[in-house]
């Protein structure tokens, strides 16, 4: 569909003008690794994998929120788009509002999942080897998280009418759902109501996809984790359930 | 080309239109009209633009308009009555009216970020064009439009008249049968003014229709019809000249140092001129008023500065239907 694909080639094109987006993303998730993964690293032991030091245990985690900072910094763009006009524009044309969905959180999705592919290759830092196989599925699965962070991003983009109230979401509700997703500490060893709290959380599934990409069939997730079947599913359904709140919060369609 | 069923059609017709806004928040156009409580925006609207006609909604700033145009441009449902686009339901066939539907917005919907070129395929591409059907289009409409040596550079590079025509040259690339235009010379040079409704005109040489809001009563006298907005309401509808017909006249403005007391000897030594005051000012209207000026005068030595005897306005037209301004102070008491 022409529609969905010229809407997907105008957020990449957008991308690539703003040099500062290109680094905002990427800049402060590498950051972050640096220094507290570094900073934990004398006082961190993973249980069930002493060997993995904190900088490699963070790097999962980090990865993915290289994704999420740029499926965010992606669908603030709606809010640009509103304010701008460019949004009223699409929104008279004769298209599908469902292909606007889509070719706004594809676009999004293709620069999120760009940003997450190119931390991937600093891997050999973390210490870990990954081979052909092992990164191209740990690719697989970032591309399956960039649709469903993206997705989520839309729905409240798209409700939200100020780029600080986007800020509140973020803060209040996407990086708790990272900090809880064993991105940051295992969820063995964690206290039970925290630990109940990981188990909820979709995005825990997205992390323990990875890293079993990394570390294949031993890789220490903690117990009440799914096989990586089961996790990718979930995944997916996450990503599906967003698309099908994108749709739905487009159909509030009001005057401002 | 072939006759489309649709010409016999009116081009736009609203029955009972309503919309109000949510308490919470109101209306913040380029303008910035706010209001507090939940408002009616359209109050039971009703009109009929017929095809090929250029037809004009004015009205003062927060009257309206600009919900109109968005429900018109269907960005969203009117909460009562229907509209319809050559017969096919603004609601409920909204693909039908988009396809036939060219929408130039006040706050233009160029991606800025993008060159003139890009913003048109873009455009062009949300409409199903593509390939050397769509390159053409685009190199016509750029040709058209004098955007052509403008191609490369970024929408937000462009002044304000240039952006103006590079969204009315994305507007027309699917060569819709109707234009909306909302307040289309605001922020426009007069040159730029000028070319904008030889543009428009052209336009509807070639049978396409042109409806548009504005608050320049300038351009409502360029429009063939003409509905008067106020507060959600259509206070009047016709050709500029009828409507100025009904003033009957001349319009006579008198000043002097205590207008609500000349107004009051005025009418008692006349009262058949039903003077008033506006704003400082007494108002008259009077057909051949000029044989009143020495009358009036010698009638109230001294009581008159100046006196001014014009054809009336539009805003005439409309102070005399709602007893407020187009412009300046909200309440013209």
Not at chain 1, 188 to 193: L, N, Q
Not at chain 2, 160 to 170: D, M, P
Request: glycine share 10%.
């Amino acid at each position: 569909m022409t529609a969905v694909w010229s809407l997907w080639r105008r957020e990449l094109v957008r991308f690539f003008r703003q040099p500062s987006r290109v680094a905002g993303a990427a800049g402060s998730p590498l950051l972050f690794w640096l220094f507290i993964g570094s900073g934990l690293s004398g006082s961190f032991r993973l249980p069930g994998a002493e060997n993995v030091g904190y900088l490699e245990y963070f790097f999962p985690g980090t990865v993915t929120l290289v994704v999420l900072f740029a499926a965010i910094f992606s669908t603030i763009s709606i809010i640009e788009d509103r304010r701008e006009g460019f949004l009223q524009g699409v929104l008279a044309a004769p298209v599908p509002r469902a292909a606007i969905a889509a070719g706004k959180v594809l676009g999004g999705a293709t620069l999120a999942w760009l940003q997450g592919a190119a931390f991937l290759l600093l891997a050999p830092v973390a210490g870990l080897r990954l081979d052909a196989p092992a990164l191209l599925k740990a690719a697989g699965v970032l591309a399956l998280l960039a649709v469903a962070l993206t997705a989520i991003g839309f729905a409240f983009a798209w409700s939200v009418d100020s780029v600080q109230g986007f800020h509140a979401v973020m803060n209040l509700i996407l990086v708790p759902l990272w900090l809880l997703s064993g991105a940051v500490f295992p969820l063995t060893g964690a206290p039970a109501w925290l630990a109940a709290l990981m188990r909820i959380d979709p995005l825990t599934y997205g992390v323990a996809a990875l890293r079993w990409t990394f570390y294949g069939p031993t890789a220490a997730l903690g117990e009440g984790i799914p096989g990586p079947a089961a996790a990718l599913a979930i995944l997916a359904a996450l990503g599906g359930v967003a698309f099908a709140a994108d749709l739905w919060v487009m159909r509030r369609g009001r005057l401002e | 080309m072939t006759p489309d069923p649709a010409d016999a059609l009116p081009a736009v017709e609203a029955r009972g239109v309503e919309y109000s806004y949510p308490a919470r928040r109101i209306g913040r156009g380029a303008t910035g009209d706010r209001a507090v409580g939940p408002a009616k925006a359209l109050a039971g609207l009703e009109f009929r633009v017929a095809p090929g006609e250029i037809y004009g909604f004015l009205g003062p700033n927060g009257g309206g308009k600009t919900t109109l145009f968005r429900i018109l441009a269907t960005l969203a449902p009117p909460e009562r009555g229907t509209i319809q686009v050559f017969g096919a339901d603004l609601h409920g066939q909204a693909r039908e009216v988009r396809r036939r539907l060219g929408v130039v917005f006040q706050n233009p919907s160029l991606d800025l970020q993008l060159t003139v070129a890009e913003n048109l395929t873009h455009q062009g591409q949300l409409y199903g064009l593509s390939g050397r059907d769509l390159a053409a289009r685009i190199e016509r409409q750029m040709g058209r439009f004098r955007l052509t040596d403008r191609r490369d550079q970024r929408a937000k590079e462009l002044s304000g008249g240039l952006r103006r025509r590079a969204e009315i040259a994305k507007a027309l690339l699917h060569e819709p049968r109707l234009l909306l235009l909302d307040e289309p010379s605001t922020g426009l040079d007069p040159a730029a003014r000028r070319d904008l409704w030889d543009t428009l005109q052209e336009l509807q040489g070639e049978g396409v229709t042109v409806l548009l809001t504005t608050h320049f009563m300038e351009e409502g006298d360029r429009c063939d019809r003409l509905a008067l907005i106020d507060r959600g309401r259509m206070v009047a509808e016709g050709a500029p000249a009828a409507l100025k017909e009904e003033i009957g006249g001349d319009v006579v403005t008198l000043t002097g140092p205590d207008p609500t007391a000349l107004a009051r000897d005025l009418a008692a030594r006349f009262p058949e001129l039903a003077p008033e005051v506006r704003e400082g000012t007494v108002r008259l209207e009077r057909e051949r008023a000029h044989e009143w000026v020495a009358r009036l005068v010698e009638a109230l030595p001294g009581r008159i500065n100046a006196v001014t005897v014009a054809r009336p306005t539009l805003e005439d037209v409309f102070l005399h239907r709602t007893g407020n301004r187009l412009y300046g102070g909200e309440e013209a008491a």
